[in-house]
C-alpha cells in the first residue's frame, strides 16, 4: 500500500525523514519504504503517525479527504 500523504505532511511540517523516525525508533529506510508503498505500516505506526501529523488514520489511508479527527 503506497501513503502517498506521509510525504507532504511531513514537509508541511518542515520534518525530515530523521525527524520523523527518531520519534518512532525506526530507521529511516523502513520509513521510506513506507512512503514509496514498498511497506506496509503497522496498526500501531499507523497510529503513532496519525498523532505525530495531528490528522486522522482514514487521512493516512486515503479512505477520506478530512484530516480530522473524530473525537
Not at 27 to 44: F, K, Q
Not at 53 to 64: A, E, M, N, Q
Request: net charge positive; glycine share 2%; aromatic share 8%.
Amino acid at each position: 500500500m503506497r501513503y502517498r500523504r506521509l510525504r507532504d505532511l511531513r514537509e508541511d511540517k518542515d520534518l525530515t525523514q530523521q525527524n520523523v523516525t527518531d520519534m518512532l525508533f525506526i530507521n529511516r529506510r523502513t520509513y521510506a519504504e513506507y512512503e514509496n508503498g514498498i511497506n506496509s505500516m503497522t496498526p500501531e505506526t499507523l497510529i503513532k503517525i496519525s498523532n505525530i501529523y495531528g490528522v486522522s488514520i482514514d487521512y493516512l489511508l486515503d479512505l477520506t479527504d478530512n484530516p480530522k479527527r473524530n473525537k
